[in-house]
């Protein structure tokens, strides 16, 4: 059996409360949204979770559930390559895919991270990535979660590429994923907060809710080198105009 974590939010808080989850290093948050406009995450902190560990940032109402282990693993044998370009995958790594010619394949095991390169958060900062390294770049990951904008960035030609999370699962889970995809020597990782990290980095992404984006948004700024780029993705379209009059003057 395994202990899942149910936590109720209003639908609209919902968004907010995966981030919190994502935060805490869960594998993966199902949304069940039922007619009362309210919203059920699933999700697990491990079979020997106790409610000290359940550090949410709102009182929402939450339960553990004790579920089959076969069920709570079913969605691998649904994950499938996701094309994010007509030549750029990211594979599940259990996932066999013979690399088509011409294609760059990024093989990702998510672990107990957020960052299977399916969400269209991700599929759009790889995308943006890709346009905007250049050879010799340094890159910085901020809650780089499987490490997939990271490792991305090193394949696609980047001198060097530091993740940091607040979720400690993923230091292992992008330190083995850079092994896997051959750019070991280039990535770092570490839970290193985004305000005592030092130096500038060419190109900043950060794939994180707007709240978080808000409340880095200083730091953000100061690790960016001059003329470098910052790619920010994960933002509701109401919550655009907070973000970018938080990061202004952006030039
Ligand atoms: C949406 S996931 C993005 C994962 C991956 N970069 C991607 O694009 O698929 C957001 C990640 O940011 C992390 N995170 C949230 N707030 C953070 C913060 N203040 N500093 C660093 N990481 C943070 C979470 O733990 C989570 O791993």
New binding site residues.
Partial sequence: MTRQLVVTVPVVDAELAS?AL????VVAVEERVDVDGETELWTSLGDEATAADVRLPQPWPWRFVEVDDAVAETWRQFAQPVWVEADLVVCPAWVPFDDPAGVVVLRIEPGA?????D?P??ML??RALRRLVHTGCTVL??????????IGACVFGAQGAV?????PA?VPVTTANALANGVASRVGVS?T??ADLDGTYDLV?????AP?LI??SADLLRVLAPGGSLVI??ILAEAHAHVLSALAPLR
């Fill in positions: 981030d994502w935060g805490l290093g991270t957020f960052g299977m390169g969400h958060t991700t900062s790889l990951d901020v809650g780089c979660g499987s490490g997939v904008l990271a993740g940091i999370d607040i979720a993923a839970t907060d985004l992404v950060a794939n994180i809710l978080a409340a880095l993705s994960g």
